[in-house]
């Protein structure tokens, strides 16, 4: 039960801050450059700064020191063996503990989060992509987030074969190889484009389908102009008005 009360957001243990999300329909768990999530949460960062609008970067797989350790675990392919479900299990460790250590003290302390990749990953990855039945997919979401989800929830959508692609000229450009996820086929990347997008169809009040195939200052300024709709105290300057209040939580 003191678990939970961690991360309790009733009366008196509010949520002062706002959570966003990105992820993209193409690739592994590092972006390409320019339009990728990473880059645009750097530019969404800086944005909110100018307004005076506390912000905390984090990463899934990752975002605290246990987390991380499941990271280097997953992405350097140790768990591939185990199968789709194990690595849905790791993945869900890991989010317990990013959630406990970094999310919801940022949240309840009213710095906004924004986090590259979060639970969809998991839904799109090991549930569709890796083909793991949704109702286990579904039971291990609800134990794992306790209905904590974020605010906002950007896609950034490219063809696979466009993100692919870009991927390849990121890895060539710096040497690196492919992760676990980038190396698997074509076919796997087309089946978690299209699991994505069954996401933000399915989940619209939250999820916010963004083109990425444009120029980064495009895509930059259609994920500003979305956030200034859906969530517009969180574009306002914070010193010109009254300290946040409370924040609903559905």
Known sequence: MA????????????????????????????SGEGAGKST???????????????????????????????????LGGH??????????????????????KTIVPALKRGTHVLCDRFADSTRAYQGSAGNIDKVLIDQLERMTLRGVKPDLTFILDLPAETGLARARERQAGRGEGADRFEGEAASFHHSLRQAFLSIAR?????????????????????????????????????????ALRPLDVA
């Not at 768990?79 to 406990?100: C, N, Q, S, T, V």
């Open 79 to 100: 768990a591939k063996h185990l199968g789709p479900f194990a690595e849905a299990l790791l993945f869900a460790a890991a989010r317990i503990d990013h959630l406990d």
């Open 3 to 30: 678990e939970i009360d961690r991360w309790d957001f009733r009366p008196g243990h509010e949520k002062h801050g706002y959570w966003v999300e990105m992820v993209q329909t193409w690739g592994g768990c590092i």
């Open 40 to 74: 645009q949460i750097e530019r969404l960062k800086q944005r909110l700064g100018e307004l005076a609008q506390p912000a905390l970067v984090t990463r899934e797989p990752g975002g605290s020191p246990h987390a991380e350790e499941i990271r280097a675990f997953i």
């Open 202 to 242: 399915a989940e619209p009040k939250r999820c916010v389908v963004i083109n990425a195939d444009q120029e980064p200052g495009e895509v930059e300024a259609a994920i500003w102009a979305a956030l200034r709709e859906r969530l517009p105290q969180l574009a306002q300057n914070r010193l010109s008005d009254n």
